[in-house]
């Protein structure tokens, strides 16, 4: 491997993999097998991945045979329809998620290999093998039977990323029961908007929780959860908070039990997996819900199944590897470090604030498990570079193979900063995707070159395109980013959405499909460069326009990112100087280092900075100092909400504060949209 620097205007990787590196990857070790299967080799990377989208049928099938799927039932044909929405795979085949996870495909579990990592602020590193995993989650599995959980019921938890989540998760998911999850961070009302549409059986809930070394007691907050779920019959009570100290504490809600009773009914039980139809629910998850209830997306088990073992190619999971992603439970990146399970790969959850004690808590924690592939947020990156940290000189993190980062665009400055001070060797990768998929559409190859800023490549079965309005396909032009062909993951449907005469969801068919009929439009702006990369610039729907000239908000978050005192920045356009008629504005909110304020000069510095860095285009009307940024509980910036708010629309309309992991923020540009409206009924009357 090696890593160069740019030379004047010449771009050259910052990372390449050796010939080396190249044979020991997963990647290689498919495309070999598929050239002997097809009878003709790949000339690259680009070569299969054209092949992965052109011969859909042939591709997905022989990720089946590679991988191994365990089924009780084969399919009689990989894709009966070749369209969008309505697609449908493998039917007839009959298999279990849960199945495929616990005991393996081509290859048996050992139970005495390690499976699980686990930390949490209220535990000390621990861990679970194989063998473990699978006893706890056949003894879950026959308790919630004793609970009159049966195939198709609803189980859904609030419970934090630890060990029994995930045992809950596969316990449901072996019954052919249908999971959903929320972090215990999410307020009454966002769980309650989420769960209610789904009408579980059975609810798991913590009683509280610890972040930042702060403890948060949910016991009210789960009554009040119970009090608007009619339906729950039973209430598993883990207690976490309270583990030590009150162990009983936490007994609440209907035909209350505890999680070791649960345990403790299916002590001796063996596992046993319900066989269902490829396109089974396996799982519901949920749009942000910023601006309206959330969509409930429902996933099949077939599909998460085959994409799932798909993107383990695309993440280099060996068997031993060790794999983290920062997540919660209520963000689809659990579910899909949950999948990496399946390649015969340990996982690492953690539960806890990634700023605490500091910036260096996760490094710390890569070091003290071993991890081979360490996933975080953009943001943290940045935020970890501001802060000094400097794991390269503290940490011995030689076990680390890749560092993947998702959530927002990763800046150049941070895959800079990577390669400086985490590790020069390191394949660093950037991925974007969706929780509609539940898998990134974009993301890391371990057999290209790493470029600065660019994602390396569209995975393996996505047909995504750069298209204009007019459904035209760009090559190095920003445009609408489209999915051409289906993928095996992409919705059932959303939960209780209402069915045309043909049978599609009317939400579904105006989610995705109502701009480009019969082809997945997304809602990212993205890039399409020559070599295949891509680069991302946010999301469509909050597009900053300046004189009809569409621009992503991405650019500017990374120009403003590049002055030394800006942590972190929102930017809109509204109409008029006064919020209410005329030329659109642009203006750009900016959190400070401490103790810095926002004068003329710095103003001026952020605005030359964007000049030089965007163009004179991207240079915002205002520059405001505001506190934090409002953000989801996945982090997500909220662009659209914040401008419908300075628009004049009634905030409780404009975004679901139980949704936020700050709602607080909100309030800034509450009152600001109030003076802007007073100062233009000022203006009007004179």
Not at 134 to 157: H, I, T
Not at 161 to 168: F, G, K, R, S
Not at 318 to 323: A, I, Q
Not at 471 to 496: A, H, Q, Y
Request: hydrophobic share 40%; proline share 5%.
């Amino acid at each position: 491997m090696s890593r160069t620097a740019a030379s004047g205007s010449e771009q050259v990787p910052l990372w390449s993999p050796s010939a080396a590196w190249r044979e020991q990857t997963e990647m290689a070790r498919f495309m070999a097998w598929a050239e002997e299967r097809r009878g003709e080799p790949f000339a690259d990377y680009d070569g299969l991945w054209r092949w992965s989208v052109a011969d859909l049928e042939t591709f997905w099938a022989a990720i089946w045979d590679y991988f191994g799927v365990r089924a009780s039932a084969p399919y009689e044909r990989v894709l009966a329809e070749r369209r969008m929405p309505g697609a449908r795979w493998f039917e007839g085949a009959q298999l279990n998620y849960a199945e495929n996870l616990l005991l393996g495909g081509r290859a048996a579990r050992d139970p005495s290999a390690l499976a699980v990592l686990h930390v949490s602020e209220l535990r000390e590193l621990d861990q679970l093998s194989w063998g473990e995993l699978a006893a706890q989650v056949a003894a879950a599995a026959a308790g919630l039977r004793s609970l009159g959980v049966e195939r198709g019921d609803r189980v859904v938890a609030y419970m934090p990323n630890i060990p029994e989540t995930l045992i809950a998760f596969l316990a449901t998911a072996s019954i052919g029961a249908i999971w959903s999850s929320a972090a215990p961070e999410f307020g009454a009302r966002s769980v309650i908007d989420r769960f209610a549409q789904i009408e579980p059986k059975v609810l798991l809930a913590v009683d509280g929780y610890r972040h930042g070394g702060k403890d948060f007691d949910r016991r009210a907050v789960v009554e009040g959860i119970l009090a608007e779920l009619p339906t729950v019959q039973s209430t598993v009570t883990l207690p976490y908070l309270y583990a030590s100290s009150s162990p009983g504490a936490s007994s609440t809600g209907p035909r209350a039990v505890s999680w070791r009773e649960l345990l403790e009914r299916g002590e001796s039980a063996q596992l046993q997996f319900e066989q269902v139809p490829f396109e089974h629910p396996l799982w519901v998850l949920y749009s942000s819900g910023t601006t309206g209830l959330p969509k409930a997306i429902v996933h099949g088990h077939g599909g998460i199944l085959v994409e799932q073992l798909k993107k383990s190619l695309h993440l280099d999971l060996r068997s031993g590897d060790r794999m983290f992603w920062f997540t919660t439970t209520g963000w689809m990146m659990w579910n899909f470090l949950i999948g990496c399970l399946l390649a015969d790969a340990a996982v690492v959850l953690y539960d806890g604030s990634p700023a605490h004690p500091d910036l260096g808590v996760l490094f710390r924690l890569a070091e003290q498990a071993r991890m081979t592939g360490m996933g975080v947020s953009a943001g943290l990156l940045a935020s970890a570079q501001k802060a000094g940290v400097e794991p390269r000189r503290e940490r011995d993190l030689s076990a680390l193979r890749g560092i993947g980062s998702t959530g927002s665009p990763l800046a150049p400055e941070s895959f800079r900063w990577v390669y400086e001070h985490v590790d020069p060797e390191v394949w660093l990768y950037s991925t974007s995707g969706g929780t509609d998929v539940c898998t990134a559409f974009v993301g890391g190859c371990p057999l290209l070159p790493v470029y600065e800023g660019e994602l390396q490549c569209r995975a393996l079965g996505c047909a995504v395109e750069s298209w204009d309005e007019q459904g035209r396909s760009l090559v190095d032009e920003v445009g609408e980013l489209v999915v051409t062909e289906p993928m095996p993951s992409m919705p059932l449907f959303f939960w209780g959405d209402r069915a045309g005469e043909d049978g599609i969801g009317e939400r579904l068919r105006e989610s995705y499909f109502s701009m480009y009929p019969g082809t997945w439009r997304h809602g990212d702006w993205i890039r399409i460069t020559a070599r295949g990369g891509a680069f991302i610039y946010g999301r469509s729907d909050s597009t900053i326009n300046r004189q009809g000239v569409r621009m992503g908000t991405s650019e500017i978050y990374r120009a403003a990112a590049r002055v030394e005192e800006v942590l972190d920045a929102l930017v809109v356009d509204v109409p008029g100087s006064a919020g209410l008629e005329g030329s659109l504005q642009m203006l750009l909110f900016v959190v400070l280092a401490p103790g810095t304020e926002l004068d003329e000069d710095l103003r001026k510095r952020i605005r030359t900075r964007i000049r030089e860095d965007c163009s004179p285009r991207h240079v915002p009307n205002e520059v405001m100092q505001i506190d934090e940024v409002p953000r989801t509980l996945s982090g997500k910036v909220l662009e659209v909400p914040v401008k419908r708010i300075l628009m004049g629309v009634d905030p409780r309309e404009a975004a679901s504060t139980d949704s936020l992991a700050n709602p607080r923020a909100l309030d800034y540009f509450v009152e600001l949209a109030s003076s802007r409206r007073a100062k233009a009924e000022d203006t009007a009357r004179a």
